[in-house]
């Protein structure tokens, strides 16, 4: 089965500017989650969908950030104007939609704002 | 919300000695328990998973304890190898959302 792509795997930017990744969850897979991982620290959830409906986005910060997942397969995050902390590396994550279910992630996007 | 705190940050056993790592959440609805393995440049991967129904649980090497009382879980890896050496995250979720620890760096020494 293939797993979570995403893609680039990496990204240099210049604070201000804007960037977008993408995601294709494992076929089938009803949710989805992004989360950001900071060098050092665990992963923190920024949204999670279900199918194409939002589910949680507490921790999105939302004047800057946004996500969408369009007809509930691949989904995009946006950074505009990226700041120089959000240097992090961008986790995609997809799972079955019961509670409790495995979470598989993706290789991640290495993000790093100069 | 959730909060999930882990220790040691850091841990470096010799080869073949047992490693345990340790963490509490503090929301005591959440029901399910993933210990995730992250080797460097890589990706978080599942290493083994408790439910709140369940005090322990093993897989060869690997075993989890849950005190749901006392709000805590513990990661136990006997005979450690040097592939163990990576960076072990707890999580804490109640339906789908995880929260995570911040990480417990692994070093198993040959």
């Known amino acids: 089965e293939a797993g979570v792509a995403q893609s680039p795997r990496y990204k240099i930017i210049e604070k201000r500017q804007s960037v977008a990744f993408w995601c294709n969850p494992i076929?089938?897979?009803?949710?989805l989650y992004w989360y950001q991982q900071i060098l050092g620290q665990g992963p923190k959830l920024l949204i999670q969908?279900?199918?194409?409906?939002?589910?949680?986005d507490s921790q999105l910060p939302k004047d800057r950030f946004s996500a969408e997942r369009l007809k509930g397969v691949d989904s995009t995050l946006k950074i505009q104007p990226a700041k120089l902390e959000d240097s992090a590396v961008y986790l995609c994550?997809?799972?079955?939609?019961?509670?409790?279910?495995?979470?598989?992630f993706g290789p991640g996007t290495r993000l790093t704002v100069t | 919300g959730e909060n999930v705190e882990q220790h040691p940050s850091t841990l470096s056993v010799q080869e073949g000695d047992s490693a345990v790592i340790k963490c509490t959440y503090s929301?005591?609805?959440?029901?399910?328990f993933p210990w995730y393995k992250q080797e460097l440049g890589k990706r978080p991967q599942l290493i083994i998973d408790i439910r709140s129904n369940v005090g322990e649980k093993k897989d060869q090497r690997i075993a989890v304890t849950l005190n749901k009382t006392a709000k805590h879980f513990s990661l136990h890896i006997t005979e450690t190898q040097p592939e163990d050496s990576a960076v072990y995250f707890c999580?804490?979720?109640?339906?789908?959302?995880?929260?995570f620890g911040g990480g417990t760096r692994l070093m198993v020494k040959p």
């Open positions: 929301d005591s609805a959440s029901n399910y």
């Open positions: 999580a804490a979720s109640k339906g789908n959302m995880l929260t």
């Open positions: 994550a997809s799972s079955l939609v019961a509670a409790g279910r495995e979470q598989y």
């Open positions: 969908f279900q199918n194409n409906g939002v589910v949680d």
């Open positions: 076929s089938g897979h009803a949710t």
